[in-house]
């Protein structure tokens, strides 16, 4: 694994559980983490159960004994890392977004197409595809329960950067993130509805907005926070995404990704329209799925709120009893499963980079039409 933050985090926890409550027909062994600061990254390792720890990512290409690099750190290393890893012949996890730009996911794209000549697999880590309620959510699109689809909704409404005096971390900087809220939080909303729809984005058109324009540099800490210093410096990202989107089944969508929604922490909300009924999911009550059937009797129609805990429902019989929640972190584990299932079977695991290449195209045509395309009319 390369990186060791948050997703570095989220990521070992995955490695470490899916072996233990997934039948997988291949042992993951986690092998090495990789981090810049040598004593941080060892204490990673001792507190993740890594069994070695390194200062330099191509160490890990090198070895023969790594068959996988998993990408965790900020998208301006992903390009580099994952078409190195590609063409020593790794498999690879990387983290989203894909890339920072579409010129870099486009290489990663071709650089895991000719991998894949090899049966060397790549995948993007979407993990919201991967949560229990979202996976059922497009069995039941498919399976035309909710006919067909007129409007798709979807915010994802975080408000950690509310306080205009939080300091100056990676994710705001385009030259480490790419772009801000858009590329952070709107790329999982762009993959999530795509999934469960089965419909693509095939035009947009939006605004990007910076309420904050300079922070406090960070004095210490990483990441999502740390403390702040007294110099300040440039927002260079967006810390809000506005936009509209056509797909290409006929759906329309409204798009929000924010990091100024004062209240909301981590609020990925997507409400799916259709002819004959409804579906509505919330991260913060991820356990559940809204379901409107507008082909029941009218006096018997509502949201109905399925507690997607059946072994039935997606992913669901390796954990508890029905009734009892899994979390956000149960995301990673389905992630490994799915992967190391995929890479058995000498199958394309999905999301692949060219899904995460388009949705990095995605992002980019928001980014161009918040500059070129949306008129104002302005209200006298
Ligand atoms: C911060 O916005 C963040 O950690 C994102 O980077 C993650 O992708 C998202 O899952 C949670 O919020």
Request: glycine share 10%; proline share 4%.
């Amino acid at each position: 694994m390369i990186g060791y933050g948050f997703m570095g985090a989220a990521h070992s926890q995955g490695w470490r559980v899916a072996p233990r409550f997934f039948d997988l027909p291949l042992a993951p062994e986690m092998s090495l983490v990789v981090g810049r600061n040598a004593d941080a990254v060892a204490q990673a390792a001792e507190k993740w159960g890594w069994a070695e720890s390194h200062t330099d990512w191509r160490a890990a290409i090198e070895r023969d004994d790594i068959d996988l690099i998993d990408i965790v750190t900020p998208g301006d290393t992903h390009a580099e890392i994952a078409i190195a890893a590609l063409e020593a012949g790794k498999h690879v996890l990387c983290e989203k977004p894909l890339a920072n730009t579409v010129e870099e996911a486009q290489a990663m794209a071709e650089a895991a197409e000719r991998a894949a000549a090899k049966g060397v697999r790549a995948m993007v880590g979407f993990t919201y595809r991967r949560v229990p309620a979202t996976t059922f959510a497009r069995d039941l699109v498919a399976a035309g329960k909710i006919g067909e689809i007129r409007q798709v909704r979807a915010v994802y409404l975080q408000d950690w950067l509310a306080d205009a005096e939080a300091p100056l971390t990676w994710r705001m900087k385009k030259e480490l993130a790419g772009s801000g809220a858009l590329g952070d939080i709107g790329a999982h909303i762009i993959d999530l509805t795509q999934y469960i729809t089965g419909q693509r984005l095939t035009s947009v058109s939006g605004i990007l907005e910076t309420f904050v324009k300079e922070r406090p540099l960070l004095e210490s800490g990483r990441g999502l926070s740390g403390t702040a210093s007294t110099e300040r410096g440039e927002v260079t990202v967006d810390d809000l995404a506005l936009f509209t989107g056509r797909f290409d089944g006929g759906a329309v969508g409204s798009f929000e990704a924010t990091r100024f929604s004062t209240g909301r922490k981590n609020a990925l909300r997507v409400e799916i329209a259709g002819s004959t009924g409804a579906l509505s999911f919330d991260l913060e009550d991820l356990n559940s799925l809204g379901y409107y059937d507008a082909t029941a009797p009218d006096t018997e129609q509502g949201f109905r709120k399925i507690l997607v805990t059946e072994p039935d429902h997606p992913y669901m019989s390796a954990w508890w009893p029905t009734g009892h929640m899994i979390g956000y972190e149960h995301g990673f584990s389905h992630q490994v499963k799915d992967l190391v299932e995929a890479i058995d079977a000498g199958e394309q695991p999905t999301p692949s980079f060219a899904d995460g290449l388009q949705v990095q195209q995605v992002l980019q045509a928001v980014e161009e039409s918040s500059v070129h395309g949306s008129t104002w009319t302005p209200i006298s």
